[in-house]
């Protein structure tokens, strides 16, 4: 199954999709709109495109494990969004995922206006990754 990933953001919201057999995630890219209501459109028209069957949303849930504003925020996209759709869409925690990003731009010596282009797109590959890894171990 096809899996879109979303790590939404007020400005910028990066995308990455599963190959079918769930095993690669691949960046689909960033999606500059600070809008929500046509993020979510530009959103659900990038799944269907994608062919993707479910969608995750990062949920960044604060490191002592409670939810904030910004939880609050990427919630409402979520429910948003699965009015658009077809198919599923389900949170996932994204604790650390943006910090993740970050190191390995670091490591790649990605700086500067192309960092702030693809950092989304990272973040967004990384919930993907773990979101696949978690099904993978909890398969029955």
């Given at each position: 199954?096809?899996?879109?990933?979303?790590?939404?953001?007020?400005?910028?919201t990066?995308?990455?999709?599963?190959?079918?057999?769930?095993?690669?995630?691949?960046?689909?890219?960033?999606?500059?709109?600070?809008?929500?209501?046509?993020?979510?459109?530009?959103?659900?028209?990038?799944?269907?495109?994608?062919?993707?069957?479910?969608?995750?949303?990062?949920?960044?849930?604060?490191?002592?494990?409670?939810r904030?504003?910004?939880?609050?925020?990427?919630?409402?996209?979520?429910?948003?969004?699965?009015?658009?759709?077809?198919?599923?869409?389900?949170?996932?925690?994204?604790?650390?995922?943006?910090?993740?990003?970050?190191?390995?731009?670091?490591?790649?010596?990605?700086?500067?206006?192309?960092?702030k282009?693809?950092?989304?797109?990272?973040?967004?590959?990384?919930?993907?990754?773990?979101?696949?890894?978690?099904?993978?171990?909890?398969?029955t």
């Amino acid at each position: 199954m096809k899996i879109l990933a979303v790590d939404y953001g007020d400005a910028r919201t990066g995308l990455a999709i599963s190959d079918n057999s769930e095993f690669l995630a691949s960046p689909v890219g960033t999606v500059p709109e600070r809008n929500a209501q046509r993020l979510a459109h530009k959103v659900a028209d990038t799944a269907k495109e994608q062919g993707a069957q479910l969608i995750v949303v990062g949920l960044p849930i604060n490191m002592n494990g409670t939810r904030g504003p910004r939880a609050e925020k990427c919630e409402e996209f979520a429910k948003m969004l699965a009015e658009l759709v077809d198919c599923p869409v389900e949170m996932w925690d994204e604790r650390s995922t943006t910090v993740t990003a970050h190191n390995i731009l670091n490591t790649t010596n990605v700086r500067g206006k192309a960092r702030k282009a693809v950092v989304d797109t990272v973040a967004a590959t990384i919930i993907l990754e773990s979101y696949l890894d978690h099904r993978r171990k909890n398969k029955t």
